[in-house]
Structures are given as structure tokens and as C-alpha cells.
């Protein structure tokens, strides 16, 4: 249960109380730029969680400005994560609140209960495996909002096909066709939004698809199927 937590980087500070301009000297020089406002106080005494913007994330830094902390912290009391700040799930979740609805392809639930955002390759085998999921996560009330992020390192024809999906007349059909029959519309070319939202999800630190966002911001990387992806919304929102 309990990862390893390795202070693994050591970033060459001599002052055991560095203040945070100190941390930032240190810490720009392998992670770029970094605000005073991004260096706050962790739940684990003595240590600062910062945070970072390309992709959007945190990592855990000692006050004295010389370890940083790889791997899961972990309360031996309580035998629970210590969590980070929430103010990184916030950030993500603004980031794809800047996506116009009339950009996504959404699956409504008709007594719709949750939201998730899923960003998705349609060649990539998980997200068809998620896919064929799709009615059965909108009757357990899950609406479902994809996203594009074609992934061209794996799937080099996959931006091509989801720009031709996405400037469909019926987009929903257009994915259904693709997923069960490998059929792309001849859709004439448009504005669409296929090379933006894959930026996002470079911003978002999406590595590999499905990527799946509740609605609290919570990313959970990869697959799941309907009922267990219901139980995981239930677990970490609460309900």
C-alpha cells in the first residue's frame, strides 16, 4: 500500500530556513519560472507544495529549498494519502471550462446525476473499450463530454480522422460510426477545435487516453467500465 517516498533531487541549498526566494532560485532552474503566490504550505510539516503550470501540477519541496519529494506521503495514522492542495484540481478544472460546450461531443444522461470530461483518441483500443460503454454509463445518470486528444505518437492518422468526426453534421453519429464500423464521414473541412483541445490536454499533463475529469477536476487516467467509473465519482466527490 505504502510507495516508496524518495527525496531523490537534491537542489543545493546550504540554508536550513531558505526563505521562498531562495526556493524559487533553486527550483527555476529544472522547472522554469515560479510565482511566490505558487509556493504555499503542505499538510506535511516542513514542506512547501508548489505549483507548476506546463502541464498543470504540484510537487512537494522542503522548506529548505534542498529535496523534492517523488512518490505518495503517506499518514501512518490514518493509513491515507496526504492529500495536495485542491488549488491544482481547481486550475485543471478552469482550463476546460474554457471549452465552448458547442466544441465537445456529448453523450447526455437523461436523468443525469454526473458530468465527466473525457479526452479521447479513436484508435486508441481503451477508448473504444470506453466507448462501448457510453449507454450504459448514461442509464447510471453519467453524462459524458468528450474531447479530443489524438495522440500522434501512437496513432499518427488519428487527428485527421477526429477533425473529419468533429466537422460531421452529426458528431455523435459520426463517433458511433467509427467506433463500431471504422466508417469516416465525408465531412467537408471546418473550424474545428481538434488541434486546441489536444494543446489543453498537454496543459492538463494528459499522457495517454482515455483521460477522464470529474467534475471537481479529479483526472483518472485510462479505462473504465460504467459501473466502476460510477463508484469512483461516488468515492471522490462524496456522494
Not at 26 to 38: A, M, P, T, V
Not at 122 to 136: G, Q, T, W
Not at 177 to 202: E, F, K, R, W
Amino acid at each position: 500500500m505504502i510507495k516508496s517516498l524518495l527525496l531523490a533531487l537534491l537542489l543545493l541549498s546550504s540554508s536550513v530556513n531558505a526563505s521562498k526566494d531562495e526556493v524559487i532560485q533553486h527550483l527555476s532552474r529544472f522547472f522554469g519560472e515560479i510565482d511566490k503566490q505558487d509556493i504555499v504550505a503542505s499538510n506535511f510539516k516542513g514542506v512547501y507544495e508548489v505549483i507548476t503550470y506546463n502541464p498543470i501540477d504540484s510537487m512537494l519541496v522542503s522548506e529548505n529549498g534542498r529535496y523534492l519529494i517523488q512518490g505518495d506521503v503517506v499518514d501512518l495514522t490514518t493509513r491515507s494519502l496526504i492529500e495536495k492542495s485542491g488549488r491544482v484540481k481547481n486550475l485543471k478544472l478552469a482550463l476546460i471550462a474554457t471549452i465552448a460546450e458547442d466544441d465537445k461531443i456529448i453523450y447526455q444522461a437523461t436523468d443525469e446525476q454526473y458530468q465527466v470530461h473525457v479526452f479521447t483518441d479513436v484508435d486508441c483500443p481503451f477508448c473504444k473499450r470506453l466507448h462501448n460503454e457510453i449507454d450504459k454509463m448514461n442509464q447510471l445518470g453519467i453524462t459524458v463530454k468528450y474531447l479530443a486528444s489524438p495522440l500522434a505518437s501512437l496513432h499518427p492518422r488519428a487527428q485527421g480522422k477526429m477533425q473529419k468526426i468533429w466537422c460531421a453534421e452529426n458528431r455523435n453519429q459520426a463517433m458511433n460510426d467509427y467506433n463500431d464500423l471504422g466508417t469516416i464521414p465525408d465531412s467537408s473541412n471546418c473550424d474545428n477545435p481538434v488541434a486546441q483541445q489536444l494543446n489543453i490536454s498537454q496543459q492538463l499533463g494528459v499522457s495517454g487516453t482515455p483521460a477522464i475529469f470529474l467534475s471537481d477536476g479529479t483526472h483518472l487516467p485510462g479505462y473504465l467500465p460504467a459501473d466502476k467509473l460510477l463508484n469512483k465519482i461516488k468515492t471522490t466527490l462524496g456522494h
